[in-house]
């Protein structure tokens, strides 16, 4: 039988805050993860590990931790043969996919990566960036860069860079001419934990409360009454692909309507809604939206 408790690697640095709250969000709370690389969780049947995302994807392949949270770009730059459970759409600054770029200094009279023949790259996703160079046949010479790789534009040829908006780039007066790869965060698992009944069927819960975490983000719910013979004109108004639960008041002339919505359009609806005879309208966040 094997053990009844599931080894979980979260991010340090970076994701660490953000990986926290989204837990958080998803019901599970954590503690001491600022002083410890060991935070609680309070849930037994989990022990936590806080790495560097980095080193995420090794620990996982080689069974030291059951499953992990690490970026897509650290798993292929490792090439950790792991099981990819799924994609988790939240990053420190958006919720968009962060891009590894080939950036130079603006005055640089490089256009294009061929433009590079020869040079000198400096990054921290060596690995990648070597099969990307050698996916177009340009021969350069890739130096592991520790941390600050932007600085060190001016002394190389070009260099690699993770960005998710660019404004760090643009702010040390850099200009991306490629991107070498795009990263979304991914929760990964050991190929032994995975075909563990308790382990696999532990990750995959943990997968279905984060997706529904991260999907309550852009959602908000909505409750109003409307007489029943108004009904139609709310409808119209709602989103059409909408199912609304509708439900029976006490006055029997009244009836209340309930939908998900997505938060953009919640200031342009309610104001509608008011307009067409709606009342007792409440808007609430969500903790979680499961499909």
Known sequence: MSEQVLKLGIPAGSLQKATIELFNKAGFHILDSGRSYLPRIDDEQIRLTMLRAQEMSKYVADGVLDAGITGYDWIMENASDVVDVCELAYSKATSNPARWVLAVPDESLVAKPED??????????????????????????????????????????????????????????????????????????????????????????????????????????????????????????????????????????????????????????????????????????????IH
């Open 116 to 289: 590079l023949q020869a040079g000198l790259i400096a990054t921290e996703l060596v690995n990648v960036t070597k099969k990307y160079f050698a996916d177009k046949d340009i021969k350069v010479r890739v130096e592991f860069s520790w941390g600050a790789t932007e600085v060190k534009a001016g002394l190389v040829d070009g260099i690699v860079e993770l960005t998710e908006t660019g404004a760090s780039l643009r702010a040390n007066d850099l200009r991306i001419i490629d991107a070498v790869i795009t990263s979304t965060t991914r929760l990964i698992a050991n190929k032994k934990s995975w075909q563990d009944k308790f382990k696999r069927e532990k990750i995959e819960n943990i997968s279905i409360l984060l997706n529904a975490a991260i999907e309550a983000r852009s959602k908000v719910g909505l409750k109003l009454n409307i007489k029943k013979d108004g009904l139609e004109s709310i409808l119209k108004i709602l989103p059409a692909e909408k199912s609304p639960t509708i439900s029976s008041l006490a006055d029997s002339d009244y009836i209340a309507v309930e939908v998900i919505i997505d938060d953009t359009i919640e200031r342009s609806i309610v104001p509608a809604l008011k307009r067409a005879g709606a009342s007792g309208i409440i808007t609430y966040p969500l903790n979680k939206v």
